[in-house]
């Protein structure tokens, strides 16, 4: 239990880090497709070396990696506009939120008075983090929550089904090719080529970040129960909340903490409900 707490402790503080660099980027969006690519070019090596997956796997795979698609668009466009500790607490306490509720009305899960608690409690924590915050902040954030909601229930459905080690992997090659193509369509591909000769070490490293991410998550969760590697692995929205206020000087660094510490408590009930 205690090498399983380590990992998933491990792997907020990277996932906390990596959305760190890309609201630090120049360009958010860039950063983020280039880390997805390289992520992607990876995935599918790793996943072809080990076995491949079944046709099902990969279905579930390509909707995760569409949904992908609008998930790192908004994710660049809250950095854009916002505060990092505004936007990534809200963003991940609201697809927990979203995801939690859509497990008890998609996938059969149970709603209990724990449950309720939970709901109650992110939503507070939420609004107090909102408070005050520029209207076009908090929607924006609110959106990525949709997605990241969406492919959270759309990959639990999946492992239920198929399982594999290797099924994060996949989620990471079907999500760089969609943005790949999404990036290119919409004209941006020279913006990616512009950035490669100064951005390929970051592209590289959050990539890593990413992958090491999921992979001491998958590491944990294998000594552990899921839910209490889910709770510990969403402790980045406290991180964040501190990281943004503190090194960032986005200032109401208390305010924003408390709130933070309220999502995660919330969090934290909505794990040990289920």
Request: aromatic share 6%; hydrophobic share 60%; glycine share 12%.
């Amino acid at each position: 239990m205690l090498l399983a707490t380590v990992l998933a402790l491990i792997a907020a503080v990277l996932h906390a880090t990596w959305n760190l660099l890309a609201k630090r980027a120049s360009a958010p969006f860039v950063a983020l497709w280039g880390q997805f690519a390289v992520a992607g070019a990876v995935g599918i090596v790793v996943v072809i070396g080990g076995g491949g997956l079944p046709a099902d796997a990969w279905g579930a795979a390509a909707v995760t990696g569409v949904i992908h698609v609008p998930y790192l668009a908004g994710l660049a466009r809250a950095y854009e506009a916002g505060d990092f500790s505004l936007a990534y607490p809200i963003a991940r306490g609201g697809g927990a939120l979203l995801a939690g509720v859509g497990g008890i009305v998609l996938l059969d899960d149970e709603l209990n008075p724990l449950a309720v608690c939970a709901i109650v409690t992110i939503t507070a924590g939420m609004a107090l983090l909102a408070a005050g915050a520029h209207r076009r902040q908090v929607v924006t954030a609110l959106l990525v929550a949709v997605t990241i909601g969406a492919y959270t229930l759309n990959d639990a459905a999946a492992v239920r089904e198929v399982g594999g080690n290797l099924y994060p992997l996949a989620v990471f090659t079907t999500s760089g090719l969609a943005v790949s193509i999404y990036g290119v369509v919409t004209g941006r591909g020279g913006e990616l080529v512009a950035a490669l000769p100064r951005a390929w070490r970051q592209f590289v490293l959050t990539a890593a970040l990413a992958i090491v991410t999921y992979t001491l998550v998958l590491a944990a969760v294998q000594r552990a129960p899921v839910g209490y590697v889910a709770a510990l692995r969403e402790s980045s929205v406290l991180l964040a909340a501190f990281l943004g206020t503190r090194y960032l000087a986005e200032g109401e660094l208390r305010r924003r903490t408390v709130a933070a510490a309220v999502i995660l408590g919330g969090i934290v009930l909505l794990v040990a409900s289920s």
